[in-house]
């Protein structure tokens, strides 16, 4: 499939995510043709992926259609396509479905786990990135509670009931305390052979306080709201292995071995595939994590027909501030790009990009989060309630934000979570069948 042979200037937006999808909506109507690619057809609210993952949430509540997004934007156009090379001296890319010419691109295809050289450790410890990350997620975690009930030795369950957190940062003490609440609060009648009280959650950081871009004040608030939930919090500490049997671990005594069936990986991010591509063919500047460094206008340097945003971007702003990689930040560029292309259509220029900073919040569990917002910083109910608010008023949809608000508000009242749907192949099932001289079904 190749784009039509339109003499309008012509805007490929590659991803779909937070900056991508707002680059399109406020291009809605602007006398651009517009094309959004990106692999999946949806926009995902990454930020409640973890309750995707608990089982707190469903898919369709923080999944919303590209189309039904965009549909009264009649210069936009959708494709459900990969992108996976570009010439930037032909300004083409090339998908999977064919390729598209393009006179502005704009690339917001966001990060990937890293596993910081280990990538085998991606087959036994899932990070939390997209959907099908988090049912992964939620199979691993409702199979092991699954497993234990079907063990009657004590010895032979407990690794099946150990789950380790990678990672400290706001995704690895959300993951870390909705797990907690499950075990310690939410199923605690719901087995027979176990109490899931015994479930023993481990949060791994290496660095030696969690959250450590938090002031330091939150991080010991937000630890000890984990340690009132059960979580193990175990900092200044490295994983040196990981595999089906558990998780090896470095630290300030030295190395020790935890048999784990469940391990989460929240730890470290890399460029996407597609801008480490683009990286290659523009000679892109890389910074931390493979993110290539933009101008403040969010232009590649010598490509001023390119705009890099969001995750993937490395971004010092024109207050000479580096811009975080948080969901709020990729919003505020993407609507920055599409109002430069706008002032470009009637010859005006634009100053460069300024990150208006809104604070940054981690929710631990119910009525427990913390808040780093401008100016001061909340803990505790105030700031859970506040972190609720927010993120509803966040999702895309009035029906969706409906839709969470009553879910919400009802496990709120009754501790209850129903979607524990484990669907697809559980982990460990060949193993398991080989253990017991049977095939799988």
């Not at 580096?322 to 706008?342: H, R, S, T």
């Not at 509803?392 to 029906?399: H, Q, V």
């Not at 969706?400 to 099932?429: A, E, H, S």
């Amino acid at each position: 499939m190749s784009d039509s042979n339109s003499t309008r200037h012509h805007v490929v937006i590659v991803g779909g995510g937070f900056g991508g999808l707002f680059a399109a909506r406020k291009l809605g109507g602007s006398g651009y043709d517009v094309t959004l690619v990106d692999k999946r057809n949806f926009h995902t609210f990454q930020p409640l992926l973890y309750q995707v993952a608990v089982g707190m949430l469903t898919t369709g509540d923080v999944c919303t259609p590209h189309r039904v997004t965009l549909r009264r934007k009649k210069n936009i156009r959708s494709l459900m396509s990969t992108a996976y090379d570009i010439d930037p001296a032909k300004r083409l890319i090339f998908h999977e479905s064919g390729e598209l010419s393009y006179d502005t691109l704009i690339v917001a295809t966001g990060v990937k786990h890293a596993y910081f050289g280990n990538d085998e450790w991606s087959e036994h410890a899932p990070g939390l990135k997209t959907v099908e990350h988090a049912l992964r997620m939620r199979r691993r975690i409702f199979h092991a509670f699954e497993t234990a009930e079907l063990t009657s030795d004590a010895a032979e369950r407990a690794p099946w009931l150990n789950f380790v957190v990678v990672g400290a940062g706001p995704t690895g003490v959300e993951l870390a305390g909705a797990i907690a609440e499950l075990a310690h609060r939410i199923m605690v009648e719901d087995f027979r052979s176990f109490d899931p009280r015994e479930t023993r959650i481990l949060l791994v950081e290496g660095a030696e306080r969690v959250l450590p871009a938090y002031p330091e004040k939150l991080s010991r608030q937000a630890k000890e709201m984990l340690e009132e939930l059960g979580v193990e919090v175990v900092t200044d500490t490295m994983v040196s292995s990981i595999d089906e049997q558990g998780v090896a671990m470095k630290g300030p005594d030295g190395e020790k071995t935890l048999a784990a069936r469940t391990v989460l990986w929240a730890a470290g991010v890399r460029a996407s595939v597609f801008g480490e591509i683009l990286a290659e063919r523009t000679e892109a500047e890389r910074a931390g994590g493979g993110r290539l460094v933009v101008d403040t206008d969010l232009t590649l340097p010598g490509y001023p027909d390119i705009f890099v945003i969001g995750d993937l971007a490395a971004v010092t702003d024109r207050a000479d501030k580096a811009v975080p990689g948080l969901a709020p930040a990729a919003i505020q560029q993407g609507e920055y790009v599409a109002g430069v292309l706008k002032r470009r259509r009637r010859g005006k220029t634009t100053p460069g990009f300024k990150y208006k900073d809104k604070g940054s919040m981690a929710v631990i569990g119910r009525n427990r989060a913390v808040a780093n917002l401008p100016g001061f910083t909340m803990a505790g109910f105030s700031a859970w309630l506040l972190w609720v608010l927010i993120h509803i008023y966040a999702l895309i949809g009035s029906e969706r934000r409906l839709r969470v608000m009553v879910q919400w508000v009802w496990k709120y009242f009754t501790c209850r979570t129903g979607d524990r749907l484990i669907t697809g192949r559980p982990p460990n099932t060949r193993r398991l069948h080989q253990t017991r001289g049977e095939k799988p079904r």
